[in-house]
């Protein structure tokens, strides 16, 4: 039941992520693109859960979801604090 979570959480992020490119893409507003590359981050992240649960048994990969999840947060921090001035 876990693994149908996993790939639930990753197909969900995966399509903010889709809904926030085409946002961007039609209105061009810079928080929409930060906002999707952040959840292309957490959609790898989700993916990398599975694999570490899942898949991968005997490899702890915790550095790489903790990485790629604080990665996709800095992105965001970054579009919401330092890119909002040029709107």
């Known amino acids: 039941m876990a693994e149908i979570v996993y790939i639930l ?3 969900t992020s995966l399509l903010c992520a ?4 085409r946002g961007y893409r ?11 590359l ?4 957490l959609t ?3 993916v990398i859960l599975f694999l570490d649960k899942v898949i991968f048994l005997e ?14 947060v800095l992105l965001l921090l970054y579009g919401l604090v330092w890119d909002s001035d040029r709107e």
């Open 9 to 11: 959480c990753a197909v």
């Open 18 to 21: 889709v809904l926030l490119w």
């Open 26 to 36: 039609r209105s061009h507003m810079r928080l929409l693109l930060w906002s999707s």
């Open 38 to 41: 952040c959840f292309v981050g």
């Open 44 to 46: 790898l992240n989700n």
């Open 59 to 72: 490899v702890d990969l915790a550095g790489w979801r903790i990485g790629t999840a604080l990665a996709s």
